[in-house]
């Protein structure tokens, strides 16, 4: 059996007067699973996370987390990490923030506090006022918000955007970490594919409010090897007896089980054909939209 489903959005349709901001919108999230929003500008995005959140109530349907009604028992997204617009005071230090937020949570977490300015190499820069941090910083700084209780959810809007190349791993690795070793499911959107593709199990599409897409991302590879000269039909046919999952372009055979590489030398080498050229190329999001030449 899968893992639970922890949050159902279930046919929820959001107004604005005579905008319809998202339309019969259904979303299923298990634990641990890392999901991407990918979509054009007012595509919806934001105003899904927010009605996720409960900031914003939708029009019609319905949104559970471990099975309650969010807007019924607000309480139940006690545990939800956000990072949507990161709040601070600018006057005071990075440190004093997380402590201050610390003392409103009524829990004492100078450890917490270190450990997370240590993960996101925030920790030189703690005694800064946040006026004087950079936009990726503050960014840094609020992802330290979202994680300084512990979270059952993670719920990242635009989490990348402003960040240095240093900045994006140090977010994608903690993104990474939270859900596969804590098992917690994380929900972002973003602009960007290549970061989309790098880290998240599954895309999820939306346009003018409707969902166009929901595939997970299995990262598979494709592999290609090249003979040293063109593959006969008796060669292919000896090969697909073996191996039925393989497309053939003269020289080249095309497949996806690096099981195979094996099976597929021994025929070639059985039949005097000689293996010249080898190569791996990762199927990613950009060749699923046909973004790439």
């Not at 905008?19 to 999901?35: H, M, P, Q, Y």
């Not at 610390?102 to 270190?114: G, V």
């Not at 602009?191 to 599954?202: A, F, K, N, P, S």
């Amino acid at each position: 059996m899968g893992k639970e489903y922890l949050l159902q959005v279930q046919n929820v349709t959001k107004r604005y007067r005579d905008k319809l901001a998202l339309n019969d919108f259904s979303i299923d999230i298990r634990s641990g699973e890392i999901v991407a929003l990918i979509g054009e500008n007012g595509a919806g995005k934001t105003t899904l996370l927010n009605i996720i959140c409960g900031y914003i109530k939708p029009s019609v349907g319905l949104v559970q987390y471990k099975g309650e009604n969010i807007f019924e028992k607000p309480l139940t997204i006690q545990e939800f990490g956000i990072l949507i617009e990161p709040q601070f005071l600018d006057y005071i230090s990075a440190e004093e923030n997380l402590r201050l937020l610390s003392q409103l949570a009524n829990r004492k977490q100078d450890i917490r506090i270190k450990e997370l300015l240590e993960k996101t190499e925030l920790y030189s820069s703690r005694k800064k006022k946040v006026k004087e941090f950079s936009f990726g910083m503050k960014q840094r700084l609020g992802l330290c918000q979202c994680l300084l209780t512990e979270v059952g959810f993670l719920i990242l809007d635009e989490p990348f955007v402003g960040l240095d190349p240093i900045g994006k791993e140090i977010f994608k690795q903690t993104i990474l970490d939270i859900a596969h070793k804590q098992n917690v499911p994380v929900l972002f959107s973003s602009h960007d594919l290549d970061d989309v593709d790098e880290i998240c199990d599954r895309v999820v599409m939306i346009s003018k409010g409707n969902k166009q897409l929901d595939q997970p991302l299995e990262h598979k590879q494709t592999y290609t090897v090249k003979t040293e000269c063109s593959i006969s039909g008796d060669i292919r046919r000896s090969l697909l007896e073996k191996c039925s999952d393989l497309q053939f372009f003269e020289d080249k055979i095309i497949f996806q089980d690096e099981n195979l590489i094996i099976d597929i030398q021994k025929i070639l080498l059985q039949e005097g054909h000689y293996i010249c050229g080898f190569s791996v190329q990762k199927n990613n999001l950009k060749s699923l939209f046909g973004m790439e030449g």
